[in-house]
């Protein structure tokens, strides 16, 4: 054992450009989505009106107020044309209380 020489790897070298491996890249071009609106509504519940119900009961009943009545008009002006005319099984947003 005393006499043998050893492997000499001083004059050695090796350079690595990158362990990347090529994989396809991920095609979204034909993804699509919407988004019906950004707000957010804190605080806002439903109701499913009953029978003899008006917007001054379920604003009394809810907001604590029956003169709150205009602001539940109003968060469904896009469902109501008129606060004497809603009908049982009908859901209303309500807004939160104002202060």
Avoid: C, H
């Avoid at 919407?34 to 957010?40: A, I, L, M, N, R």
Wanted: net charge negative; aromatic share 6%.
């Amino acid at each position: 054992m005393g006499t043998e020489k050893k492997a000499d790897f001083s004059d050695v070298t090796a350079t690595v450009s990158s362990t990347e491996q090529s994989a396809p890249k991920a095609d979204f071009s034909d993804v699509t989505g919407t988004v019906g609106s950004t707000e957010q509504r804190v605080g806002e519940q439903q109701y499913t009106v009953q029978k003899g119900d008006s917007l001054s009961r379920i604003a009394k009943n809810l907001l604590g107020d029956a003169n709150a009545w205009k602001q539940i008009f109003e968060a469904n002006s896009d469902v109501l044309d008129d606060p004497d005319k809603i009908f049982p099984g009908q859901v209303l947003k309500i807004p939160p209380p104002q202060r």
